[in-house]
């Protein structure tokens, strides 16, 4: 499975879903069992293809904070340390974490461009894929 298809579910689910949208431990293990990588290299994966989709703006801020807010759960609870810690995804995680309104005035739209386009800008900046 691709990470392309992978955002591609995650969209139809986040379509159909709406407030009930979550991503389940199910769905991490299937990823890494069809991708043949380990789960931090899935979600650093995943990251940067959000990443990439918002600053070319084939993905929207609600539909990547989103996702990145339900998959962080996974990465938090990982309290083991039974996998890798996926660095990029939390800085994605981050980025999009900025951008979700701390100016309770300001619309999401205006808190994203100012606050979550840069940050992601930098972080695909400093990634070589």
Avoid: K, Y
């Avoid at 009930?20 to 293990?29: I, R, T």
């Avoid at 609870?77 to 309770?104: K, T």
């Amino acid at each position: 499975m691709t990470i392309a298809r992978i955002v591609d579910e995650l969209r139809i689910r986040f379509d159909n879903d709406g407030e009930a949208f979550a991503v389940e431990d199910v769905d991490l293990d299937a990823w890494q069992a069809e991708s043949g990588l380990d789960r931090g290299d899935v979600l650093d994966a995943l990251g940067l293809h959000l990443a990439r989709g918002f600053a070319s703006r084939t993905l929207d801020f609600d539909f990547c904070d989103r996702v990145v807010n339900a998959v962080i759960w996974h990465v938090w609870l990982d309290r083991d340390d039974e996998n890798r810690r996926p660095d990029l995804f939390c800085a994605v995680f981050e980025a999009f974490e900025a951008g979700e309104g701390a100016d309770l005035g300001d619309p999401m739209t205006e808190t994203a461009e100012r606050d979550t386009r840069p940050l992601i800008d930098d972080i695909l900046g400093r990634t070589r894929h």
